[in-house]
């Protein structure tokens, strides 16, 4: 079974440009996350779909942050402008169900704000 | 916002000795994952509890659910070098709410 794929793995941007992060799901996940996680921390969550709508974004910086999964299947997170406090892993996960069940990661993608 | 707070942050031990995580909210969860993390890859689910009280065994690791649902707990015995990682404790509650991890507890097994 192919798992989460994320992509890039590493970006590089310089301040106030945009960036934009890919995600495909297991195949027949309902539930998709984007997880922002600085180094050393746990993975702080930036939106939750299922399906298609969206269950909880209340962490969502929402100036700049947006993202969308069209078709319930594929997601993309875009950051417009990026910061400095940007900088992180940006995990993307998806799971059968949102409660109890096991959520499965991509690799995630290394965003560094210079 | 539910948090979940996990002690220590850091934890280095040599290989042989035995280790406890916590992992405590003030909330109450339906359910609790644990996670590992390496380096460069995303979180890898070791075990869910459900059931307050609940106890499940990982060949050396134990993790138990506190009776109310608010705390969890990681035991590793006689650690190994491979054991080293970021263990991230998940917590999610009824509805189809977000699940929660927390602050994570890196640790370093050394020879």
């Known amino acids: 079974e192919a798992g989460v794929a994320q992509s890039p793995r590493y970006k590089i941007i310089e301040k106030r440009q945009s960036v934009a992060f890919w995600c495909n799901p297991i195949s027949g996940h309902a539930t998709l996350y984007w997880y922002q996680q600085i180094l050393g921390q746990g993975p702080k969550l930036l939106i939750q779909f299922q399906n298609n709508g969206v269950v909880d974004d209340s962490q969502l910086p929402k100036d700049r942050f947006s993202a969308e999964r069209l078709k319930g299947v594929d997601s993309t997170l875009k950051i417009q402008p990026a910061k400095l406090e940007d900088s992180a892993v940006y995990l993307c996960?998806?799971?059968?169900?949102?409660?109890?069940?096991?959520?499965?990661f991509g690799q995630g993608t290394r965003l560094t704000v210079v | 916002t539910q948090l979940l707070e996990q002690s220590p942050q850091f934890l280095s031990i040599q290989e042989g000795e035995n280790l406890t995580v916590y992992c405590n909210s003030s909330?109450?969860?339906?359910?609790l994952q644990w996670y590992r993390q390496e380096p460069g890859e995303g979180p890898v689910l070791l075990v869910t509890?459900?059931?307050?009280?609940e106890v499940k065994k990982l060949k050396r690791l134990t993790f138990q659910f506190g009776d109310a649902r608010k705390d969890s707990s990681l035991h590793i015995t006689a650690a190994q070098t491979g054991d080293t990682g970021l263990y991230l404790c998940a917590g999610s509650t009824g509805g189809g709410n977000k699940l929660t991890f927390g602050t994570g507890t890196q640790l370093k097994v050394e020879l």
């Open positions: 996960a998806s799971s059968v169900h949102p409660v109890g069940t096991e959520a499965f």
């Open positions: 509890v459900v059931t307050g009280g």
């Open positions: 909330s109450v969860f339906s359910s």
